[in-house]
């Protein structure tokens, strides 16, 4: 029978977090520590980056579409020929908080639980325990690649899914609303700031980070054979999705405070 944890919740949460700071303080040491695995580093972008990139930029072009179309109906609605200005009101909501938070959360539920399937696999058929008997560190072979993988696809396809949000956008702004393309983009070059595209640019980073830490976390800590392995994947999308979603409030705060 499985013994039952007494602690108090809030001393496992804590446990958990200590955790967490902890591992990713060892991935950041084995990253810069040689042998560098390049192949591995290459391998994990194309399976994070080039293959997350049809579900990242089909989402994001019909929410760009969305976008515009409410938006602009709204904007019609409360004063006529308002929905000239559909343009920088996409464009802006679309690179400060939806392209880097969906992209985010669709990467969760794909990379992140891809992630702590593999490793999680590896622990239960002790595939890991094989790699510390030839003298090589789990994280730096299974977690650097995985965590630099994602820190650096992360913000790419970001800035991706920010130019086809911004084209899905246009595509409704010129079928419903009757807005040439020249008036769309005129109407976001005249009102958009660098800080607006830097912000989602800085949040995807940190979005990255969590992903990868949270996941790879979660396939080191697995236990318990398939069911267990069943568990962490659940565990890794939860906990990254909640993790993106909340920090990206703290990071929202603490930019707008930069800024000012």
Do not use: H
Request: proline share 3%; aromatic share 12%; charged share 15%.
């Amino acid at each position: 029978m499985n013994s039952i944890d007494t602690r108090s919740p809030i001393l496992i949460f804590m446990e958990e977090i200590g955790g967490y700071f902890i591992f990713f303080k060892d991935t950041i040491k084995w990253t810069f520590r040689p042998p560098f695995d390049s192949r591995s580093i290459v391998n994990q972008m194309i399976e994070i980056g080039y293959k997350s990139l049809p579900v990242t930029a089909i989402t994001l072009f019909f929410t760009g579409m969305v976008m515009a179309y409410q938006i602009g109906r709204s904007m019609d609605a409360l004063m006529s020929g308002s929905s000239i200005f559909i343009g920088s009101a996409v464009t802006i909501s679309l690179f400060r908080e939806l392209c880097p938070v969906l992209t985010a959360l669709l990467l969760a539920g794909r990379v992140g639980s891809s992630i702590a399937a593999e490793i999680g696999t590896m622990k239960v058929t002790e595939q890991i325990d094989a790699l510390r008997t030839l003298w090589a560190n789990p994280i730096q072979y299974l977690g650097v690649p995985r965590f630099l993988g994602c820190l650096m696809m992360t913000p790419i396809l970001t800035i991706i899914t920010d130019l086809v949000g911004v084209l899905g956008g246009a595509a409704i702004a010129y079928i419903s609303l009757e807005i040439t393309l020249d008036k769309y983009v005129e109407n976001i070059l005249q009102y958009i700031r660098v800080s607006d595209f830097t912000t989602g640019l800085i949040k995807s980073v940190f979005f990255g980070m969590e992903i990868a830490i949270i996941s790879c976390y979660q396939g080191f800590r697995t236990e318990g054979g398939a069911e267990g392995v069943g568990k962490s994947t659940i565990q890794a999308v939860v906990k990254s999705s909640m993790a993106i979603l909340i920090s990206d409030y703290f990071l929202t705060y603490l930019l707008q405070f930069i800024e000012r």
